[in-house]
């Protein structure tokens, strides 16, 4: 995730609230050897994001993603209350992927969250409605200040990350090294993207665990490179809740391949933006690329040294595995009775059918959304089938029915 804090005659304090933040890390070396070094392993839960079991305070456990697009830690402001802590805090502003902007609080005390041996303690904690974006499991984000000074692998199949001093870290047999950008707190990688056998885009992006998706280009490089116009093939959509700044909107398409050093990942779904505003209009970065790509590898960041290290996976050669409901959801089942509707695709089935943001979900084909597993929901998102859902719209049960198919092409 991206984000940008920002309220009027406070620019030294916003630095001082994020990146610049005064912080410690404290880590505490593990007797587990990993391939012959020293290495602390956190398991991790993978479900699109990548997520930490994190104890703050030495008290409250919480669900972090491991976010290398933020700086420090955030927590959810709906988390931070089950804290009851009276302590003051301050208002700001925060924009980030979006076009709008989201009001949060800061609390400006020192607080420290813990996974396993590595404790990492900061002066100013931005609280934000982080579950109204990622949804119920989410309660923070730890991002890149907390692993800056330590070599990190992630493991999406095995679901766990490892903690590696540098002392300690040897250079890895059959992965590929290559070199990172870090500047000002953010991280970025460079890729070439084949839209096209005409179009082709060579630059730094944003290395964001913190992103869902495989990569999204930003609303500068769709009118440099007149994507609109000369990309045919593309599906749009639009959301009410794709980040910080909410709204956001634009298109989705099968690129030719991404690049990546020597590795070439062929067909994948890539996105560009529509946004005006926020993080995705347009930076000095061309784009953000996510765990969807980067689940195709076994990937190692040596943060100190500025380098990355990859070997293909599993996943390297799997093909894209595209939704065919036609809408997404965040899960607030913990506050309503389903998953509210926040993203859509423009003329898909689901959009024809009536389905609408905002409507909330609480059965898919009689099954409650409450007690539906994920290979039942894989059923429906998966194959074409005829979907009846049972939504509350302003207070009223409806139905809406529609076949399930393909939508990017």
Not at 389 to 403: A, D, H, Q, S, Y
């Amino acid at each position: 995730m991206k984000f940008h804090l920002s309220k009027s005659c406070i620019g030294l304090l916003i630095c001082l609230l994020s990146c610049k933040n005064k912080s410690a890390v404290i880590f505490e070396k593990s007797n587990k050897k990993s391939n012959g070094q020293i290495a602390q392993t956190i398991k991790a839960d993978y479900k699109k994001h990548i997520y930490l079991k994190g104890i703050v305070n030495d008290s409250i456990e919480g669900n972090f993603v491991f976010d290398t697009g933020v700086c420090g830690f955030y927590l959810d402001s709906t988390f931070f209350n089950t804290m009851k802590t009276t302590d003051k805090v301050m208002n700001y502003r925060a924009r980030g992927v979006g076009e709008g902007f989201q009001r949060i609080q800061v609390l400006n005390r020192k607080l420290g969250v813990r996974f396993d041996s590595l404790n990492y303690f900061q002066n100013f904690t931005p609280l934000m409605q982080l579950k109204k974006i990622g949804g119920r499991n989410i309660d923070g984000l730890i991002g890149y200040d907390a692993f800056k000074n330590n070599v990190v692998k992630i493991d999406y199949k095995k679901q766990y990350i490892q903690i590696i001093d540098p002392s300690d870290f040897n250079v890895p047999r059959h992965y590929q090294k290559i070199p990172l950008i870090i500047e000002n707190h953010e991280i970025y990688l460079k890729m070439n993207i084949e839209i096209s056998d005409s179009i082709a885009i060579a630059g730094n992006f944003l290395f964001d665990t913190g992103s869902q998706g495989a990569l999204i280009l930003t609303n500068d490089m769709v009118k440099k490179h007149d994507l609109k116009k000369r990309i045919i093939k593309k599906t749009a959509y639009y959301s009410s809740a794709f980040g910080v700044g909410g709204t956001s909107s634009g298109y989705d398409l099968i690129s030719k391949s991404i690049n990546i050093s020597q590795f070439r990942i062929k067909n994948q779904i890539v996105s560009f933006s529509n946004d005006t505003t926020g993080a995705l209009s347009g930076q000095h970065f061309l784009g953000i690329a996510g765990n969807k790509l980067f689940e195709k590898f076994d990937l190692i960041i040596d943060f100190p040294h500025k380098e990355l290290y990859l070997k293909p996976s599993h996943r390297f050669h799997h093909g894209n595995k595209m939704s065919l409901l036609g809408f997404s959801y965040t899960d607030r089942t913990d506050i309503t009775e389903g998953w509210i509707v926040t993203f859509l695709y423009k003329n898909s089935n689901a959009e024809k059918a009536g389905l609408k943001f905002n409507d909330i979900v609480i059965s898919i084909n009689g099954i409650g959304v409450k007690e539906i597993s994920q290979n039942q929901l894989a059923k429906f998102s998966k194959s074409s089938r005829v979907v009846s859902l049972k939504i509350i719209r302003n207070g009223e049960i409806k139905t809406i029915e529609f076949r399930t198919c393909r939508i990017i092409t």
